[in-house]
């Protein structure tokens, strides 16, 4: 779904108090409580939201959004972010790219770049090149996860350890206001993570959906990443993480 403004307001005042009642929602934005009803009711159902006793929260940081779900949600704000990606590669440069549906929108953007070398984890990414003529392909061995097509295992990441790329494209499900970077699953944080170890530079791309969101698993710190290609300005404490780890972010127009 693409939430308006009012839905906008009603998913930050969940990240900011955690647990709220549908009565105060509905003094916060002004509305009645059968607005916001509706609006949760929308909200649940793309996971963005969960409701408890008494009121609504953030859905379980142990399991992730499933896949067509992630493809459809923000998905005008993932093809910005693609853009402003692909204006900044450069041709005849060597990329490692790892699993994610923002990351897939990057590929699509760069179809039409020359002499690129692109490692892949993401049988989506790899399919979505191979339609360049003007790119080497290189997929990574491991076990492929059906849900999503992404590839993972110790096998994945002894591969990936025997490049060294120029730059290095990963997605991620949460980034939180301290800096840090979190996904759901382990096996998949330890393949981006050693995507970042063989990266000369790192670039982030995220909506603004993953500021504050919870996922289980801590991926890395913004310090280890140079630039964050995203569809909107991070809010005040994550901007001054940003800042302070010297992080270039870039905000799709």
């Known amino acids: 779904m693409t939430l308006n403004p009012r839905q906008r307001k009603l998913l930050d005042v969940v990240r900011h108090q955690r647990t709220v ?14 607005t916001v009803r509706r609006d949760i009711k929308l909200m649940e159902d793309a996971q963005l939201l969960a409701r408890y ?38 041709n005849g440069c060597s990329l490692l790219v ?7 929108e990057v590929a699509r953007a760069l179809v039409h770049h020359q002499d690129l070398h692109v490692v892949t984890n993401n049988l989506n990414v790899a399919a979505i090149l191979a339609d360049n003529p003007g790119c080497e392909v290189i997929i990574a061995g491991g ?9 993972v295992g110790e096998a994945t990441i002894d591969f990936i350890r ?22 759901f699953d382990p096996r998949e944080v330890k393949v981006a993570q050693a995507i970042i170890e063989q990266s000369r530079e ?17 991926l890395a710190h913004a310090s280890q990443i140079d630039r964050l290609f995203t569809d909107a300005k991070p809010p005040e404490g994550l901007a001054k993480a940003l800042k302070d780890a010297k992080v270039q972010v870039v905000v799709a127009a």
């Open 162 to 183: 025997q490049f060294k790329v120029d730059i290095g494209i990963i997605g991620i499900s949460g980034l939180e206001e301290d800096g840090t970077l979190r996904d």
């Open 202 to 218: 790192v670039w982030l791309v995220a909506d603004h959906d993953k500021f504050g969101r919870q996922a289980l698993v801590r």
């Open 21 to 34: 009642s549908v009565e105060e929602l509905a003094q916060q934005l002004d509305v009645t409580p059968q």
């Open 98 to 104: 790892n699993i994610g549906t923002t990351t897939e």
């Open 53 to 90: 006793h008494g009121g609504v929260g953030l859905p379980s940081s142990v399991r992730n959004i499933d896949y067509n779900q992630r493809q459809a949600l923000n998905s005008d704000a993932k093809r910005r972010i693609a853009a402003a990606v692909a204006g900044q590669v450069p």
């Open 143 to 151: 076990v492929v996860r059906a849900r999503d097509r992404g590839i």
